[in-house]
């Protein structure tokens, strides 16, 4: 079993529509992020958490939010999608050396 | 405003043609710089940190280096398998633990 999972893969849905993306993870770590990436732009942070009462913005948060149920679930919602949300999105978890652990990602298509 | 740029942006090389790829940072204060390697469709996987200039860490074909300015990531009598994008991230001082990173060079060994 992967370390970091993400639920759905893929996922085509309505602009406008509400849409959950889910991370858990087995590593016991603390620390858990969502990125997007985009040809030709790379990985952009979007919101990161260090525990369970930790949020941050990142790089590009508005549109986003998220929720960090427990230490090991961290949920990215886009409230009311749109076409530019489209992206492959990815989960990821450090350790207390800040080495990231992926999971496989999520591509979504808003239509 | 702290940036990070990878070159080239795609390379192609001849198995055991040796090579590097190189990483640029202009960053407020270093806490380490990362190497990962992200295969199509699956997400980064971790291959090093650095944290100060002069460091070397090394792994099969491969050695990353570090000064103040920049990183390479040599490659040596690289083998097909080494296709794979490879991207460099840093972590800055007073920025917490979320990585920047770069837009990645894309690498394809032939046989």
């Known amino acids: 079993d992967a370390d970091v999972t993400q639920t759905p893969r893929n996922r085509i849905t309505k602009t406008g529509k509400r849409i959950m993306l889910e991370c858990s993870q087995t590593k016991g770590h603390d620390r858990m992020y969502w990125y997007r990436q985009d040809p030709g732009l790379g990985l952009r942070l979007i919101y990161y958490s260090f525990d369970v009462k930790d949020i941050n913005k990142g790089e590009i948060s508005d549109g986003y939010s998220v929720s960090r149920q427990a230490q090991a679930k961290f949920s990215l919602s886009l409230e009311s999608a749109i076409p530019n949300q489209t992206a492959l999105y990815f989960c990821a978890t450090s350790d207390l050396e800040s080495r990231a652990f992926f999971g496989q990602g999520t591509r979504l298509t808003v239509v | 405003e702290d940036q990070v740029t990878q070159s080239p942006e795609a390379l192609r090389l001849q198995e055991g043609e040796s090579s590097s790829l190189n990483c640029s940072y202009t960053?407020?204060?270093?806490?380490?710089l990362f190497w990962y390697r992200q295969d199509p469709g699956k997400g980064p996987e971790f291959l090093f940190t650095l944290y100060s200039a002069g460091e070397e860490k090394e792994k099969e074909r491969l050695k990353a280096t570090l000064t103040k300015k920049e990183s390479f990531l040599h490659i040596t009598a690289p083998k097909p398998e080494d296709s794979a994008t490879y991207l460099c991230?840093?972590?800055?001082?007073?920025?917490?633990?979320?990585?920047?990173f770069g837009k990645g060079t894309s690498l394809l060994v032939t046989p």
């Open positions: 991230a840093v972590q800055v001082v007073g920025s917490g633990y979320a990585l920047n």
């Open positions: 960053v407020s204060g270093l806490r380490g």
